[in-house]
């Protein structure tokens, strides 16, 4: 198991140091410095204790969309609907925190309980489509996405609209907000929000769901083979529609990080970018959920940083969100990089094995 | 001497083995030249390398005594090199003629020119007693037919050596024959044979002389005809193998397993399996014998509980199970060796210890309140290992990829019989193994007949059926074509069954 997991990491290392290579050349041919730049892209996200809490609060919603991505992958299914959970996850908690005027603590408490129920019940959905008609979750929740986003445009301006403007909900009252006084005195005044310390909890709960429990044992077997696993008496359809739920819930936790956390009010006619940013990060992890976490935390500083990139040098942004693009497009073809890297072992060893004239006469 | 085909101290590697150690074969003119090695030897290596799709690291290949180099299979045809794969490659919704000519299409201007084609088929079937109709969609032929009409598309490229891989391994017993037959008649008309195999019997019978390999290694090139069985298995295997299976006399108890009426639809929605009515016994191995794809599959899978039964009832020690989920049945007492091991056998991706528990990972001591229990299980796994063999590098942590076919059926095979099962069935339990797994896993099987355990067995291999069997159910086409006793029928019987004629019905 460790063997494999460092056989992981070292390929999405691979995959991150080809894709800031691309971002170098392509830095540059549009006439700058790769130096200066990346020298800016990262001390945008990490040169100060705001910042650093600025990196952590735009990681915090990809932790959990990148869990909900991984989590479901584990079971064989390509969850890409995590968008959609999000905003049904934070349209469930900012709901709840409008309209109750509860103490703090409870109201935060029953606010993500909302966030993951109806979360959950956005993944449950395609993964019972899946389950009973054999609808492809992909298509399902593709187009839950769609039902997730014209509902809060809806819902936000026939119930929570905001004092001045439709397009937004009204500004959450403090009480009903993930962040909390001392962390953003801590932090100096970031966005770091309570999220990030659920987030770290969700990781710890989700890898032990996975390596220690029976639960965990059933759903990566019917992820890496449905067949043996209904042959042992494992009900596939159920725990399809359990995995389904669970990364939705995971996302929707992760929509009431961000828009009742990072943000304080919901606007419309947005379906939110980590949710798409998750697969992003489940894919750099190899679905592993600690690598979900150094993922989500490499794009958080990525995303911090690439305005400090701009302001400093003549870089655009978007770079930054190329580089992103590219490390993707490495991680995903990383069987490519790994057959290479079996070649040329092969090609050592062929080597080693001619020099030292073991080879002949070999056989077993 | 007049060899066509000279194979001389062909050497090929690939990483960390050596598939062919510096071979030589030698074919004859006019010969059928047997090629006996269990799996993994370097058969299909050597013959590739002949066939072109591989290139020696070192040695010669001489045609008619002259050097070539086959770079390709294309080359190999034009050589005159001739190849029936197990797997036959033909177009199913073609008919006879498109897929003989199919990639040597003969035209009359812009039109392929069937009928002579047909005309040359026809010919060429006659000349060898193929009884082919050009004209017949291969859709509709029999698995022996096609068979020929991979020999027709050889013989109508004018191959002269001609390699048959494992050519028995779907045939019935009489096709077995008629193919022999077929091979005979080649021989005669001046065509030389390369027979690919590992079964003994089919070698006395046909073949002139045996070239046996072991481990990539040349063991030597015998006279058949002056070679025993027992010889040419010990070339093979490299040590004495038992033939005959101790059997001792047993009295059977009650029935454990009782099929009534059982009708089943297979996978196109058609009954795969009609009405069919068996019991297997506390201490007997009962075989299910017949061709493949005549409704074995549909049959094992409604026991199991993997496909939905149409009508009719199974009852498991007197409990009607038939509308049972799968984990129930399971825990009423049903193991299930299944047919292939890497789709309803194994989780690849887990170790051996992980798809040893793969049924009673919810059971204590393995698991208490959700929570898998590492250590029992560690300690189930490192048990399990010990007692029934199974070779794996990691012990159980070994990953199930990584291990060989015979070691990963061990594993199969030692989970399900570690149940302690009331009922176990066993299918193709042997299929793509090495003889010393083979004699294993016969064992382990009779074991449990002898602690008064019922077992089904379903087999394609009728040797398999015959030796172990006590008594044989013979289904076609997915009815049952009769139960017999194993001590008082033949194999000629049962594979007139096999092909659907009925017993007293035969002349």
């Known amino acids: ?364 | 001497m007049d060899y066509v085909v000279e194979l001389l101290d062909i050497r090929k590697e690939f990483p960390s083995v050596v598939a062919c150690d510096n071979i030589t074969f030698q074919l004859k003119r006019g010969e059928i030249h047997a090629l006996l090695g269990e799996n993994g030897a370097g058969k299909s290596t050597l013959t590739n390398i002949l066939f072109g799709l591989y290139q020696p690291d070192s040695g010669s290949i001489r045609l008619r005594g002259r050097e070539v180099s086959i770079p390709n299979p294309n080359v190999a045809n034009h050589l005159g090199i001739g190849m029936v794969h197990q797997h036959f490659k033909l177009v199913h919704n073609f008919t006879v003629t498109e897929n003989i000519i199919l990639g040597s299409e003969t035209t009359n201007g812009l039109f392929i020119d069937l009928r002579s084609a047909a005309a040359r088929i026809t010919e060429l079937s006659n000349k060898y007693g193929l009884n082919v109709n050009p004209h017949a969609k291969i859709s509709d032929v029999s698995v022996g037919m096609q068979q020929r009409v991979e020999i027709l598309k050889m013989l109508y490229r004018n191959a002269e050596i001609l390699i048959f891989d494992e050519p028995t391994a779907v045939l019935t017993p009489q096709e077995i024959q008629e193919l022999m037959k077929i091979m005979k008649n080649l021989i005669a008309e001046g065509k030389s044979i390369i027979l690919i195999t590992h079964k003994l019997k089919e070698i006395k019978a046909v073949a002139d002389r045996c070239t046996v390999i072991r481990r990539g290694k040349l063991i030597g090139t015998v006279d058949v005809a002056s070679t025993s069985q027992e010889t040419l298995a010990e070339m093979m295997v490299g040590r004495k193998i038992t033939f005959t299976i101790d059997k001792q006399e047993q009295v059977c108890g009650g029935s454990t397993l009782v099929l009534e009426g059982l009708s089943v639809r297979n996978n196109n929605g058609v009954l795969g399996v009609k009405n069919l009515s068996l019991e297997v016994h506390a201490g007997e191995i009962v075989g299910l014998a017949g061709i493949d794809g005549n409704g074995q599959v549909e049959l094992v899978e409604s026991i199991i509980g993997l496909r939905k039964v149409e009508s009719g009832k199974i009852f498991l020690k007197g409990h009607d199970i038939t509308t049972l989920p799968i984990r129930d049945r399971l825990n009423s007492g049903v193991s299930h060796i299944p047919e292939d091991r890497h789709k309803h056998g194994l989780v690849l991706e887990y170790t051996v210890g992980e798809n040893l528990i793969l049924k009673i990972y919810n059971q204590e001591p393995f698991s208490r309140r959700g929570l898998l229990q590492r250590e029992a299980i560690a300690e189930h796994s490192n048990r399990v290992i010990q007692e029934f063999d199974v070779r794996a590098g990691q012990g159980a942590a070994t990953s199930a990829r990584s291990m060989s076919g015979g070691n990963q059926q061990k594993t199969i095979v030692a989970r399900e019989i570690d149940r302690n099962p009331d009922l176990l069935i066993a299918v193709q339990p042997t299929r793509g193994l090495d003889v010393g797994a083979i004699e294993y896993i016969h064992r382990r099987l009779l074991g449990q007949r002898n602690k008064g355990k019922a077992v089904l067995m379903v087999s394609l291999e009728l040797d398999e059926i015959m030796n172990l069997s006590d008594r044989i159910a013979v289904i076609n086409n997915g009815e049952l074509i009769g139960v017999v006793d194993a001590n008082d029928t033949t194999e000629n019987e049962v594979g007139l069954m096999m092909a659907g004629i009925k017993r007293g019905a035969m002349a």
């Not at chain 1, 019917?222 to 669970?246: D, E, F, T, Y």
């Open chain 1, 1 to 364: 198991m460790r063997i494999k997991l460092s056989k992981d990491s070292i390929l999405s290392l691979v995959a991150v140091i080809l894709g800031l290579t691309a971002g170098a050349i392509l830095m540059r041919l549009t006439g700058n410095s790769p130096i200066e730049g990346y020298r800016y892209l990262f001390s945008g996200g990490a040169m100060n204790i705001e910042r650093i809490g600025n990196t952590l609060a735009t990681a915090t919603p990809l932790i959990f969309t990148g869990l909900a991505v991984a989590f479901a992958f584990k079971t064989g299914l390509f969850n890409i609907g995590a968008s959609g959970q999000m905003l049904m996850g934070g349209l469930g908690a900012t709901a709840v925190g409008l309209t109750l005027a509860w103490p703090k603590p409870i109201l935060l408490t029953v606010m993500m309980l909302v966030a993951l129920f109806a979360g959950g019940l956005w993944g449950a959905i395609p993964g019972w489509l899946k389950a009973k008609f054999n609808v492809h979750e992909v298509v399902a929740s593709i187009m839950m996405n769609w039902i997730a986003f014209w509902t809060v445009y809806y819902a936000v301006p026939a119930y929570f609209k905001g004092p001045f403007l439709e397009t937004e909900s009204r500004r959450l009252p403090s009480s009903a907000s993930l962040k909390v006084p001392w962390l953003t005195n801590l932090f100096q005044g970031s966005y770091i929000n309570l999220g990030i310390f659920i987030a770290i909890a969700t990781i710890i709960i989700i890898a032990f769901i996975l390596d220690r429990t029976t639960l965990g044992y059933e759903l990566k077997a019917v992820g890496h083979n449905k067949h043996a696993a209904q042959a042992s008496g494992i009900n596939v359809n159920q725990r399809i529609v359990l995995s389904m739920a669970i990364a939705g819930a995971l996302a929707g936790l992760g929509g009431a990080s961000f828009y009742v956390g990072f943000a304080s009010n919901m606007q419309i006619g947005v379906l939110p970018s980590q949710g798409f940013d998750g697969m992003a990060v489940a894919l750099l992890a190899a679905n592993s959920p600690w690598g979900v976490f150094s993922g989500s935390i490499f794009f958080g500083i990525l995303h911090t940083g690439k305005g400090f990139m701009n302001a400093m040098t003549n870089i655009p942004p978007e770079i930054a969100d190329t580089i992103i693009a590219t490390i993707i497009y490495f991680a995903a073809t990383s069987v490519l990089v790994e057959r290479l890297w079996v070649r040329l072992k092969k090609k050592k060893i062929l080597r080693f094995l001619e020099k030292s004239d073991v080879g002949a006469g070999g056989g077993e």
